[in-house]
């Protein structure tokens, strides 16, 4: 203990041993790989779930209306102790039937399932305002040259939501990737967990929780110029439309 307290804060964030900085990378990393992951997967969930709120049919509209209230309700750390917790034991009460192995789910994958979910739900109601912004002689005249359904949306509907989707979409990623703070409650050690515990072995909790808030600035930053490059690229002749 003493040795660490006689460390400038330089020694203590060093990359190499007894300096925290490796670990505090290494939860960077996994913050940024589960972020990742349940961003990708949020967005399909919110394309499927936009189309199905869209479509007419009033099953898949009012599941979709279900899914999105349910999930925005629910706070992420109730879903999060959800699927850890009490998914797999759920899961292992029917494989119990048939005598099949224990199932259990790494912090790692529940983090990525339950950003999914979570950021699918919201995906669903940006992407539907969105397309709901396409302008229907658009679509129509898409129609009209025989384009299937599925050409339209590639070729049309997306070109042309992406403009008024993307600031809500980066709103959403901003909120992936602050979510992964919440795994720390399972022990997984994503970015957040690691500070506390170069935090708590160190007893610089001063330091660490502001390293750790600096990076979760630095990706901020870095996050808002990618997506306001993506967002010039994609609204290019947009005006002219």
């Known amino acids: 203990m003493s040795n660490y307290r006689e460390m400038s804060a330089f020694e203590l964030l060093s990359f190499s041993p007894p300096g925290w900085g490796g670990y505090l990378l290494d939860g960077l990393i996994l913050s940024l790989q589960i972020a990742g992951l349940g961003y990708f997967f949020g967005l399909l969930i919110g394309v499927i779930g936009a189309n199905a709120k869209r479509s007419g049919n009033v099953i898949l509209e009012d599941f979709g209306t279900l899914y999105t209230t349910v999930i925005r ?20 009460q029917i494989l119990s039937i048939w005598d ?3 199932f259990e789910i790494s912090g790692f994958w529940a983090g990525v399932l339950v950003i999914a979910i979570v950021q699918g739900a919201y995906a669903t109601e940006v992407i539907r305002g969105a397309i709901n912004s396409v302008p229907k002689g658009h679509i129509e005249a898409a129609y009209s040259f025989g384009m299937r359904p599925f050409v339209v949306f ?9 403009p008024n989707a993307m600031p809500g979409l980066s709103n959403l990623w901003l909120i992936a990737m602050k979510d992964t703070a919440l795994l720390a409650v399972v022990g997984f050690t994503e970015l957040t967990l690691a500070a506390k515990q170069a935090a708590g072995a160190t007893k610089s909790y001063f330091l660490f929780l502001i390293a750790a808030g600096v990076l979760y600035l630095a990706m901020t930053l870095i996050s808002n110029r990618v997506f306001k490059y993506a967002e010039r690229y994609v609204s290019k002749g947009a005006s002219h439309a």
Request: proline content about 12%; hydrophobic content about 55%.
């Open 100 to 102: 099949y192995g224990p």
């Open 154 to 162: 590639y070729r049309i509907t997306i070109p042309e939501m992406l």
């Open 73 to 92: 309700a629910v706070p992420e750390l109730v879903l999060i102790l959800l699927v850890y917790f009490a998914l797999p034991e759920f899961i292992n």
